[in-house]
Every structure is written in C-alpha cells, then in structure tokens.
C-alpha cells in the first residue's frame, strides 16, 4: 500500500519547486478561514502557507522572522501591511489591542494578532484517524505566542517571533498536503489574487489526492473551481478566465 504522503517525493529533483507541507484541515476548509477571519483572511492563508515553510527549518520554540520576508515568499505588497488596519482607519474610536506593550494596528500586526485571539471555526467537525483513533476538531488555533521587537542594528525593522499552535504542529506531522510555496506567491499577484490563491490550495491538494490512490487524471466541475476562485460570473468564458 502507498504511504499516504508518498507525494512529497514527486517535485524534489526541480530547483524550481519548494514543497511544504500544509494541514489538511485548513486545506480541506479555505471558507472556513474565510468565514472566521473575513477581510483578514488572505494573510491568514498566506501566513499558514509561509509558516509551514519556515518550520522546515525551526520545527520547536519560536520561529522567528520579518515582513520583508513574508512578501518575498507570499507576493504580498509591504507597504499595504504597513498600513493602519481597516478597522482602524474606519473606525477612529475603536481600540488598538496590545500585547505585552506592542500595538498590533497595522494591517499585518492586527492580523497576527487576530490569529493569536481567534480560531478558525469549522462549519462542521473534521475528523481524521491517527493511531486507529477518530480524532474530532471543532475548532482550530493557529498561533498561540507572539513576540514583536526592534531589531537592534537598525532601530527600524520589527522582528516577529511566533509560537504556532499544538494543533497546527499536530498537522504538520500527521496530516498534511504538499504543495509547491514558490509557485504559490505568484500566482496572487494581481486583482483577484487571493481567490486564485485558494484554487492553487485546491488543485494541490487534489493533486496530492490522486497521486496518493496511484491515479494521475481528474474531473473537475467548472463551476467548482470557479467557487473555490471566488469568481461569480454567470458566463461560462469568464469562469474558465482565472
């Protein structure tokens, strides 16, 4: 019988590809994210995405890195994130959180701390096996520390250091689809970036499906892939423009 993640393997050879792993369960429900972290929830996906990368390199403790980084290896613009949040700009009179004496009001911090403060809740429970047992996840963490401090030689460039949660760390050993993170900065680059963002998550891990059942071709409905880009258009040659 196949290892169910022998397709990790595949791409290894092509300097063109990074593969990462990223957990099925935030895999399987991008609405979700996206129903529990609403206009934050495209850093949400990004950072999930960027973090399993770094725990390649850092799989215990803090992991430690900066914004520059983050928009290399998402294609996110730096100057947006840099910007006060939304919430924040539109609301004058609503309160900044602070976390052991850091301000989280730019678009970047609030969303990490947004994280930090906020599960990501599953319209229904996902379950999977481990150890011939059924484990039940209701609701999901995904970061449970954060440390934001000044780097010492320039006095300007923040320094972010993260704990992930123990069930982000769960599906980074257990239960996870690989996907391609160099190929997945670019394709958000653009109006609608974020919707192609979350089809890239679908195909990849629909790819990983199939070549875990020894199969290489699928069917897929348009309108379905359509729905996971987030495009609404009636006209089918709009659909298949993505």
């Known amino acids: 019988m196949q290892h169910e993640n022998k397709p990790s393997e595949v791409l290894l050879s092509d300097p063109t590809y990074f593969l990462s792993r ?25 950072f999930i995405v960027f973090i399993s990368r770094k725990m390649k390199k850092d799989l215990f403790g803090f992991t430690r890195f900066t914004l520059s980084e983050f928009c290399k290896e998402t294609g996110r613009n730096k100057q947006t994130l840099c910007e006060v949040h939304p919430k924040f700009k539109n609301n004058p009179k ?8 850091h301000r989280f009001e730019t678009t970047f911090d609030y969303a990490l701390f947004h994280m930090l403060s906020n599960n990501i809740i599953f319209s229904r429970s996902y379950e999977y096996k481990h150890q011939d047992k059924v ?27 993260v704990r992930i949660s123990d069930e982000l760390m769960e599906g980074f050993f257990r239960r996870y689809y690989t996907i391609d993170t160099n190929g997945y900065k670019h ?25 875990s059942s020894g199969k290489r071709i699928t069917k897929l409905p348009i309108d379905l892939l359509a729905s996971v880009a987030h495009i609404e258009s009636e006209e089918p040659r709009f659909k298949k423009k993505v």
């Open 94 to 101: 609503a309160e900044v959180p602070e976390y052991f004496g």
């Open 135 to 161: 484990i039940e996840l209701k609701n999901f963490a995904i970061l449970k520390d954060i440390k934001v401090s000044i780097d010492r030689h320039t006095n300007t460039i923040k320094i972010y250091d």
């Open 22 to 46: 990223i957990d099925r369960s935030v895999a399987d429900n991008i609405r979700d994210i996206e129903k529990s972290f609403d206009e934050d929830a495209g850093i949400v996906k990004d």
């Open 187 to 211: 394709v958000g680059k653009g109006r609608g970036g974020d919707g192609r963002k979350s089809l890239y998550i679908f195909l990849y891990k629909t790819r990983h499906q199939l070549l």
